[in-house]
């Protein structure tokens, strides 16, 4: 099975999930690792230079980054393929592909038969990188010429964005809700996640509100996050939350009320007013890592 | 200014998903069916546009069974102009939809076309960026926010940090993630003028698709794991006493500390 996978990079470095991919992948046979020159993703040209690049190819992967889903989808429609986004494995089947993927917004797992050649995007973490993997050679591609329709103009960002580990990627992740009050009280968040390492999540009626950016939103409609720690702060729990962080490792939540929904699918669940336990947690989480 | 919004009905948000008796689908007797949810951003991000200008012409489409024209009647009570459906069965494959979305763009002429990041049925994001293929037109995904500047649109693009703006001339494609504003309710007199309008049908045939593009199958269906029976810490008091053990379970039991 001859594979391509499409390596993604934020400021130069391959991103975690192409490792992963990459390491997986090698294991396929003849397999060859690409990258587009440049570090500012642009729909039209990367899709056109990587469907020329892997026209031939059985198999074309991408990590199911906000990125790679909208290239991998692109070029699907360019090569006229079979595509299957955010898959959590994958396997060769009776001269088909077996894929694994959540569908209905995480609401159910299919296993999907895929006709090749393909295109499929492999979500972050689905493959975990072994130790010691050394990292991939990578053929570097040309973008194809710019679009002149449309043009990059510039970056506006977002007040309290980007500082942190990604959402998507990161193995720990604490999410506040409204319960949290407003704005002005997530100082005690930052510094529980400061203290696990963990990326900062919220629910919709926090980013809704303005409370915090949308792209900090876990859910149905922002993210899906599998981590293997996710711990919810004042947040009730709807089936819109719980689609996109169901299948977090360990779940801790706080909560005041003692029927909230989100206690159904926790492993811990802490009976109580979160601003008095946030504080001594963030100082019994440094206590056990060592760090006090 | 023409926009055409491409809109999916899905289980509603709120349904407690379960597989059907064959296993390779979901159960579908007496749910609740929706707009999609990233299909309902879209039709507010183009209203907004409308509110700003009158003269905005807003379409609606779906392609699929007779059902959807329940979505197009909430997006035309929202204050949508027109809505088209096109008949066609519910397996068609994606790439076959978004051929029969972009006839449909082809003959409406839209500055815009606008497609959810991803149907909330399959969780694809496929079809957006491949009406935009079979157009040759350019596409924008993570989109937030579409702005008018001079003979060009703004087009905010969500990326992790912010966001990239990218300057279009139409006509493009859009793939929503968020709109300004939550989306609109349908107002009375909204609901009363949509119950009115005529939707109009297309088959595949006059748009010159047939079902012929690679389709990926479902074999089997299954809900995650069920979790619950964790250990539930009631706080009277001692805030430093349970953040401790809760602390050290995450150490000790589940290893993730
Ligand atoms: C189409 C659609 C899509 C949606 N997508 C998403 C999505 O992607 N993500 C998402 O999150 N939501 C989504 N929602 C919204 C969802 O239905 C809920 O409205 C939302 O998740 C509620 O957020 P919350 O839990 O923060 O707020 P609430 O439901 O108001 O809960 C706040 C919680 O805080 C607790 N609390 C209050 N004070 C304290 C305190 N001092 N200490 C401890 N606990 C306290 C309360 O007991 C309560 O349980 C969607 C809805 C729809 C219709
Ligand atoms: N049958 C359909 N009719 C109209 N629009 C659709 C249809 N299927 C998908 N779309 C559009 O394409 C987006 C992405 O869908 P998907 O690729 O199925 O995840 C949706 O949010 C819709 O905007």
Known sequence: ?292 | MRFLVCLKQVPDSTVKVKVGAGGKAVATEGITWSMSPYDEYAVELALERKDADPTTVVSVVTVGSARGRDALRQALAMGCDDATLVNAPEDLPALDVAKALAAVAKEMKPDIVLCGKQASDDDQGLVGPAVAEFLGWPHVGMLTKAVSSGDAWELWREVEGGHEVWKAKPPVVGLVHKSDKEPRYPSLPGIMKAKKKEIPEKDLASLGVTASSPKIEVVAMELPPQRGGGKIFKLDGDAKAVAEQVANLLHTESKVL
């Open chain 1, 1 to 292: 099975m001859k594979t391509v996978v499409v390596a993604e990079r934020t400021r130069g470095a391959l991103r975690r999930v192409s490792l992963e991919i990459a390491a997986k992948a090698s294991s396929f046979g003849d397999t060859e690792v690409i990258a587009v020159k440049g570090d500012r993703y642009s729909p039209m040209a990367w899709s056109s230079a990587v469907a020329e690049k892997a026209k031939d190819a059985d198999l074309i992967l991408v990590g199911a980054t906000p990125s790679g889903r909208d290239l991998g989808a692109r070029v699907a429609a360019k090569l006229g393929r079979a595509y299957a986004a955010d898959c959590t494995d994958l396997a060769a089947k009776d001269g088909a592909l077996e894929a694994k993927r959540p569908m209905y917004a995480g609401k159910i797992r299919a296993t999907v038969k895929v006709p090749s050649p393909a295109v499929i995007s492999i979500r972050p973490g689905a493959w975990t990188l072994p130790a010691g993997t050394a990292a991939p050679q990578v053929t570097e591609i040309d973008p194809a010429a710019d679009d002149p329709r449309i043009t990059f103009d510039r970056f506006e960002a977002t007040a309290s964005g980007g500082k942190r580990v990604s959402l998507a990627e990161a193995r720990a992740i604490v999410s506040g809700g409204r319960g949290l009050k407003g704005p002005e009280n997530w100082k005690i968040v930052e510094e529980l996640a400061d203290a696990l390492g963990a990326a900062i999540g919220a629910s919709r009626a926090v980013t809704d509100a303005g409370w915090r950016p949308n792209e900090e939103q876990v859910g149905q409609t922002g993210k899906t996050v599998t981590p293997d720690l996710y711990v919810a702060l004042g947040i009730s729990g709807a089936i819109q939350h719980l689609a996109g962080m169901t299948s977090s490792k360990v779940i801790v939540a706080v909560n005041k009320d003692p029927d909230a929904d989100i206690f159904k699918i926790a492993d811990y669940g802490v009976v109580g007013d979160l601003f008095e336990f946030v504080p001594a947690f963030t100082e019994a989480v440094k206590k056990v890592k060592g760090t006090n």
